[in-house]
């Protein structure tokens, strides 16, 4: 039940009491316990909803110099707010879900000056005792103003890797998330002024943004619950396993997948590892990610994948050893040096708000940005330039899994990790033959898993998306540096994984040899997320004679 007064909206569900003001959640109320989640705050000296433009810029939808705020019934369970301000108008409508007993905002707004990226609201005032627990570098239970996410955007499905962000007490809290079965660009964003606790929930235009005008129309759902986070979570996988029918693709995963104890990540082409290896721990148990087997050289002259006789011998001992092996292939990116790139250059990703190409390369011992030379980006192979084509390219599907079948075929794999499956997202050139590169990524996996009969996908990365098709990835943990600021207090919640692990196991990245203490703290952060116990070693001796962190998962994978 809904009632409206002035700009004040009272919500009643079967689970919670709320109270709106000027756009603002000012009373969450859980009904089994008489809690109450969000501590008084004044609703007038700040905006609920904003207009945010490129490069972060925001301006206020809440009647500022105007001063016109209207709340509307439309009927018990339906109410509107109109927000006629300064620098923009909106419209807020609020529902309630008779089923779920959810309090459903969907906040929209527009202005007459174009470059319009997301309408963004913002749930502040969340009492103290409550901590956050979210879908960020697989799963992360910290303070609401923990400085790891501080004044961040995090941008679904690459760092924000599912819809929903859990706000945890001591037994019980609340939970905001949305129903989005559309690839609709989102974000999280951290903090505002004068409470760096709040939360704002963002929904993006399409790109290009230039001529944009307005966004929204993507609903937030919120709610309470009683117990611990995998109550929600719980409830959002029940969602997304219906929306996606996802049963049919746990069906085609292979069966070897949920019997895996190890992983080898970067594994070199040494025929002696697969023979230490095997003299601690059963093959059959073990995957091996691949990178260099190539002809060409590591992230060179691709999509050309042409296997050399030293990986057709490494590949085929390891098959028989009973090993599972995964080649290393790039989901999206292609060397501009590479005859490929006139067929398909033209749908490169470009940056929603600068511009830029997306890719990489690599010079004077650091990461560059893409040329944005014609001549340079086609003659600097020894630099590694790669530039990122846009998934919703049928032809771009079409032409790798071609290369891929084919090497494929040639090496007898039951399983290809495809790199950069993790990179999608709102772009100028968002619409590919109607189609996000997120639904493209999406379309991509699946169409390599059904090559030859059925290959197992690995992928770099996790999200709500990418697991659909991906047998097993690489996660990432959080930050790019040996020891990150805070990392050590990113473990402890597998929330991916309790979300996603069973259609996709996860396994470590890099930095996994264990011979320092930072290296140590990597690995064992990785199996706190649910992750398969992952080493990256460089040599037969680093197993014959593991440091004390190997030698750990070791003996975890020998069971």
Not at 304 to 320: G, W
Not at 448 to 466: D, K, Q
């Amino acid at each position: 039940m809904i009632t409206v007064r002035d700009d004040e909206m009272r919500v009643e569900t079967r689970t919670l009491s709320a109270v709106l003001r000027r756009g603002w959640l000012t009373s969450l109320m859980d009904k089994a316990s008489g809690e109450e989640m969000i501590r008084p705050f004044d609703p007038a000296e700040e905006a609920a909803v904003h207009l945010v433009y490129r490069g972060g810029e925001s301006v206020r939808l809440d009647g500022q110099l105007t001063g016109e705020v209207r709340a509307r019934r439309l009927n018990d369970h339906l109410a509107e707010l109109r927000f006629h301000s300064w620098d923009g108008d909106g419209v807020m409508l609020v529902s309630e879900d008779a089923a779920t007993g959810d309090l459903v905002l969907e906040p929209s707004g527009y202005s007459t000056r174009p470059g319009v990226l997301a309408c963004r609201w913002t749930l502040r005032g969340v009492r103290e005792g409550i901590e956050l627990v979210a879908p960020l570098w697989q799963g992360m239970k910290v303070a609401l103003d923990d400085p790891i996410n501080r004044g961040a955007r995090r941008r679904w499905p690459m760092h924000w890797e599912a819809g929903l962000a859990i706000l945890q007490g001591a037994d019980g809290g609340l939970w905001v998330h949305c129903r989005d079965d559309g690839y609709r660009y989102k974000a999280l964003t951290f903090g505002m002024k004068g409470d760096p606790r709040a939360l704002s929930f963002d929904t993006e235009a399409y790109g290009p943004v230039d001529d944009s005008l307005g966004a929204g129309g993507l609903a937030w759902r919120a709610n309470v619950y009683r117990g611990d986070w995998q109550v929600p979570a719980r409830q959002y996988r029940d969602w997304l396993w219906q929306a996606y029918g996802l049963e049919a693709a746990a069906a085609r995963r292979p069966e070897w997948l949920h019997a895996l104890t190890m992983a080898v990540s970067w594994c070199p082409g040494e025929p002696e590892l697969l023979d230490a290896i095997a003299s601690k721990v059963d093959p059959r148990r073990v995957l091996i990610h691949y990178p260099r087997w190539r002809t060409d050289g590591y992230d060179q002259n691709y999509p050309t994948y042409t296997p050399s006789e030293e990986a057709r011998a490494f590949v085929a001992k390891a098959r028989q050893m009973g090993f599972h092996v995964a080649p290393h292939f790039n989901s999206l990116e292609i060397d501009p040096s590479n005859a490929a790139h006139a067929l398909l250059g033209d749908f490169k990703y470009r940056d929603v708000e600068s511009g830029r190409a997306h890719g990489w390369a690599h010079g004077d011992g650091r990461v560059l940005s893409v040329p944005e030379s014609g001549m340079a980006r086609a003659t600097n192979r020894d630099r590694n330039v790669m530039v990122k084509i846009h998934p919703g390219l049928a032809m771009w599907r079409s032409v790798l899994g071609e290369a891929i079948q084919r090497a494929a075929q040639q090496l007898s794999l039951e399983a290809a990790f495809i790199d950069v499956t993790l990179c999608t997202g709102n772009l100028r050139n968002c619409l590919v033959e109607g189609m996000t590169s997120t639904e493209g990524i999406k379309r991509l996996i699946e169409h390599v898993g059904r090559l030859n009969g059925g290959l197992a996908v690995g992928g770099e990365g996790l999200n709500e998306i990418t697991m659909q098709g991906l047998s097993f990835a690489q996660a990432h943990l959080y930050g790019y540096s040996d020891r990150p600021e805070g990392i050590e207090r990113t473990g402890g919640c597998a929330l991916n994984n309790f979300l996603f692990g069973d259609l996709c196991r996860t396994i470590g990245y890099s930095r996994l040899s264990g011979k320092t203490e930072e290296e140590a703290l990597r690995m064992r952060l990785h199996e706190e997320h649910g992750a398969i116990p992952t080493v990256t070693v460089r040599s037969a001796e680093e197993i014959l004679d593991p440091n004390p962190a190997v030698q750990r998962v070791l003996e975890m994978a020998a069971g």
